[in-house]
């Protein structure tokens, strides 16, 4: 069972939507996966704190370094500082990224720093023993 970071924005609905779509995908495909949205709260500091954000930090650093492959969900050259730097140390710490595109344009710092670039609908059928690298081919930003 291959060990799965899941990097992604989750501030809102939508997001929320897309997290969870995913994880239920990687799931299905028996993956093990660290989901910050689904951070375990048994020792949560108060939201917004310095004591909450060492330890989300930290955290994320952990399960990034425990993972086998990262896989990002990526609005398109809309950025979330924080989900572009789980994908940047993830690529710095030799970790393939499996980049899952839901907008219509990249950033080539993402795109370039993945290993396979891919839609929700590719997702269901990737296939992560082999790991197949693919390029991005659409509109850059």
Known sequence: MKRAYLASPFFNDK?????????KILKEKGLK???PMRKPTDKQAE???RQWSIETFMDDLKYIN???IVVGIY?????D??????????YATNKPVI???LGENSNLMVHEGSHANITLDEL???DFEQLPSSFYSGEMR
């Open 33 to 35: 996966i660290f989901s």
């Open 81 to 90: 500082s924080g989900t572009a730097w789980e994908l940047g140390y993830a």
């Open 66 to 68: 425990w993972a086998e």
């Open 47 to 49: 939201f917004g704190s």
């Open 124 to 126: 269901k059928d990737y």
């Open 99 to 101: 980049l899952i595109h």
């Open 75 to 79: 609005h398109g050259n809309y950025s």
């Open 15 to 23: 997001e929320i939507g897309f997290v969870e779509q995913v994880e």
